[in-house]
């Protein structure tokens, strides 16, 4: 039996874990949550996952883990057939984990403090210290690459995925400007070039019409 994901298509982190499961090879029986329904606020779901979020992965010995960086090292560590998106290696490990804190603490942070108001509260401009910001996360990104091809080096890893999600995401709205910005540019054209890319893209076309037609309604 697979692994279950709920979740949402247009949800960066989803699509992080998706791209992940798809690096992998490994099958996950999809579960859609209706978050607009508030399906995830229901008894039956705060069962499994009490801070009532999307990805959440129940495995098919019941063992349920959620948040995408949780989720994306658990399925490499028991499922994937080497250690290459996860390395082993203390240093190597601890340059995605820095990543992976990085995007969850920095990137999304930022990008939700953007994309909430937008959904809940219709707001139908972004603040400029929001925006701001996310500028200064791009900094930091293209700081981080500069002098490599992927993430932490010269290989792919989960920090990739979780960072290509969301960046490629927030670009939508934060439009990142290939010459302030050379570095992510290039890495984030690399990623598209992946085979496990492609569980990027209709979520991504997703997220993309929700809030693009929610600031068109200014
Ligand atoms: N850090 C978490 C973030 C998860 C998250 O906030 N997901 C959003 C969708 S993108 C969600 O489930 N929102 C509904 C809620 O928080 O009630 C992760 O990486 O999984």
Do not use: C
Not at 67 to 93: C, F, G, N
Not at 134 to 152: C, N, S, V
Not at 161 to 179: C, F, T
């Amino acid at each position: 039996m697979a692994p279950t994901l709920y979740m949402v298509y247009p949800s960066p982190p989803v699509r992080a874990v998706l791209m992940t499961a798809k690096a992998i090879g490994l099958d996950l029986n999809l579960k859609e949550v209706g978050l607009l329904s508030n399906d995830h606020l229901k008894s039956d779901y705060l069962k499994l996952n009490p801070q009532h979020t999307v990805p959440t992965l129940v495995d098919d010995n019941g063992f349920t883990i959620w948040d995408s960086h949780a989720i994306m090292t658990y399925l490499v560590t028991k499922y994937a057939k080497d250690d290459s998106l996860y390395p082993k290696d203390p240093e190597k490990r601890a340059l995605v984990d820095q990543r992976l804190h990085f995007e969850s603490g920095i990137v999304f942070a930022r990008l939700l403090r953007i994309t909430k108001p937008l959904l809940v509260q219709r707001k139908g401009t972004i603040d400029k210290r929001d925006l701001d910001d996310m500028i200064e996360a791009y900094t930091f990104l293209e700081r981080f690459l500069q002098g490599k091809k992927w993430a932490t080096g010269d290989f792919v890893t989960l920090a990739d995925y979780s960072l290509g999600a969301s960046i490629s995401s927030i670009g939508v709205l934060v439009p990142i400007d290939p010459k302030k910005f050379p570095n992510v540019t290039v890495w984030l054209k690399r990623l598209e070039n992946l085979s496990e890319y492609e569980a990027n893209r209709d979520g991504l076309a997703l997220f993309s019409l929700i809030f693009k037609n929610r600031l068109s309604k200014l």
